[in-house]
């Protein structure tokens, strides 16, 4: 009986690894997908090729089984086009870099950053600020006005000053410097999201959902500070936690490259 069940565990352990592996990838890819807008289109194809290729074997519909394979490679090319946000977002993961160039550059940067964005929402400022990393936001700069300046706290504020031309639209950073101001980010088309959430937190999530940005929203209306990266929304974070995230976001490379320098 041992012998029986060794031998079928050593034929067929390829088989198991294999439904391991398709159940995990399947797991987190419904997990990632999961509150999108082509969630829905994606359950909805899914039931009717089951169906249709279950009837098919059942009943010993050859021209009904022929057409489903046949349509097969169309069905795989219309699922890229429609989950081209997601399938970019996931590959901006996977290729991100840090943004700052030293862990202390970082920290004074991060400092820097904190000051002016709770100054804003001591001064019930709203305002929407997206720090450039790997990917480039050129065509997002482009819908606003270009400016190619130092970041400083003073411009900061007299952009997001409620009775300025600009204060309606994002911010853009790199390398430290603000790159443009009045930008139009794209909403994001998620479906789960709180009903109270304002178009400048929807913007952030579209542009982190397309790029590998770092967006920070000041909340108008409550003065709240929230920071979006790749889709996630962190909300209502005070001092100390806002810095925290920033670390993790900005500084958990750089100290890493510095502690294998010294090892």
């Not at 400083?152 to 853009?172: A, C, M, N, R, Y």
Request: a negative charge.
């Amino acid at each position: 009986m041992i012998d029986t069940v060794l031998k079928f565990i050593q034929s067929n352990w390829t088989s198991a690894v294999e439904i391991g592996i398709l159940g995990v990838v399947l797991y987190f890819a419904y997990t990632y997908l999961k509150g999108t807008r082509g969630a829905r289109i994606l359950m909805g194809l899914a039931l009717v090729f089951i169906t249709l290729t279950l009837i098919s074997q059942l009943l010993n519909l050859v021209v009904i089984g022929w057409l489903l394979r046949s349509f097969s490679v169309f069905l795989a090319l219309a699922l890229l086009v429609i989950f081209q946000p997601e399938l970019r977002r996931a590959l901006t993961v996977l290729g991100s870099h840090r943004f700052f160039s030293s862990a202390v550059e970082q920290a004074e940067s991060i400092e820097e950053i904190t000051d002016t964005v709770f100054e804003l929402a001591g001064k019930g400022f709203g305002a929407l600020i997206a720090i450039e990393r790997q990917i480039v936001l050129k065509p997002f700069s482009e819908t606003g006005v270009s400016l190619d300046c130092a970041f400083s706290k003073e411009l900061v504020l007299t952009i997001f000053q409620p009775k300025t031309v600009l204060h309606d639209g994002g911010l853009i950073v790199s390398n430290e410097r603000i790159i443009a101001a009045g930008c139009i980010f794209p909403l994001t088309q998620r479906e789960d999201l709180d009903r109270n959430l304002g178009l400048r937190h929807r913007a952030a999530l579209g542009l982190t959902e397309e790029s590998d940005a770092i967006a920070i929203i000041v909340s108008e209306e409550t003065g709240n500070v929230s920071i979006c990266h790749n889709g996630i929304l962190e909300r209502n974070l005070n001092v100390e936690n806002f810095k925290s995230l920033l670390n993790t976001l900005f500084l958990k490379d750089a100290y890493e490259s510095e502690r294998k320098d010294v090892d």
